[in-house]
């Protein structure tokens, strides 16, 4: 068997069609949706994440203002600027990109954003939201990791779905949200015993630990979905996931690679988060 692929680039571009058009009702009526993020320091990594997000925003029809700071501003002085974004009308969506710098809190930095602009989906106002069943911002890699599932018509009704890893991120709301549809859910972690006993009974893998090949071939049940939402770099520096892809990808039905799976599909939804905020803000009927 060999796996079909789950491409996250083509879903990406499929999807970003809609939001354009969506965008562009918005602005006819005066309206644009508008998506604030805040870096603070230099971190390589962030600045290429943060380039990547203000690039698709004005490729969508979206309006972003960056706001680059040194690693020496004060937390007061983030939070004010906070303070300001949420009182601001032409901003919908406000991201703080993370890591932030050690003298701050970013507990405290993320539940500053007021809950109705928080469209990475962070605030303890979304996860309540995601874990009651109202409606909320999800946060936008596991929103992702939904949509390439609900791409390929995977009904996780009954199904078993595994969850490898268990941050605030990714981990836990992806529980969540296969819960919300009806999938039977294990979460995995650093102290699961004898991990493969688990994966072996899964219909659907969701990986998201940060460790190379963490899931190999013999780990995996014929015909299972899995999706790789690692980002990592293997002992040649290419670009790899949690996933052993050449291996896997003889045993499972479907696979996401990287790069190209779940990476574009992150951004695309903070895109949609963003077009909702401002569809909200302008009292419109949430879209599906």
């Known amino acids: ?66 706001e680059q700071h040194p690693a020496s501003l004060s937390e007061a002085a983030l939070l004010s600027r906070i303070a300001a974004l949420n009182n601001d009308p032409t901003i919908h969506g406000i991201l703080v990109q993370l890591p932030l710098p050690a003298h701050m809190d970013a507990h405290r930095v993320i539940e500053a954003i007021s809950p109705a602009k928080d469209v990475d989906g962070f605030h303890v106002a979304s996860a309540g939201a995601l874990m009651t069943g109202t409606p909320g911002f999800w946060p936008c890699t596991p929103y992702g990791c939904m949509k390439m599932l609900e791409s390929i018509g995977c009904n996780l009704r009954g199904k078993h779905a595994v969850v490898i890893g268990r941050s605030n991120i990714v981990g836990k709301p992806m529980a969540l949200m296969l819960l919300a549809q009806s999938a039977t ?72 690679p990287v790069p190209g799976g779940v990476g574009p599909m992150t951004i695309t939804m903070l895109l949609m988060n963003t077009l909702q905020a401002c569809e909200q803000a302008s009292g419109q009927p949430a879209a599906a």
């Open 1 to 66: 068997m060999t796996a079909q692929l789950i491409d996250g680039i083509a879903l990406s571009k499929q999807l970003r069609t809609g939001i354009a058009q969506r965008a562009a009702v918005l602005q006819a009526q005066g309206t644009q949706p508008g998506l604030a993020v805040l870096l603070v320091g230099d971190n390589p990594a962030s600045q290429v994440y943060v380039r990547n997000k203000v690039k698709a925003c004005h490729e969508n029809g979206l309006h972003s203002l960056l």
């Open 185 to 256: 859910v294990s979460i995995c972690h650093s102290a699961t015993p004898d991990l493969a006993a688990i994966t072996r009974q899964a219909d659907v893998v969701v990986a998201a630990v940060g460790k190379v090949n963490l899931l190999t071939a013999d780990m995996v049940k014929p015909g299972a979905v899995v999706i790789d939402v690692g980002m990592n770099r293997n002992a040649q520096g290419k670009l790899c996931g949690d996933v052993d892809f050449a291996g896997v990808s003889q045993v499972a039905g479907w696979i996401t």
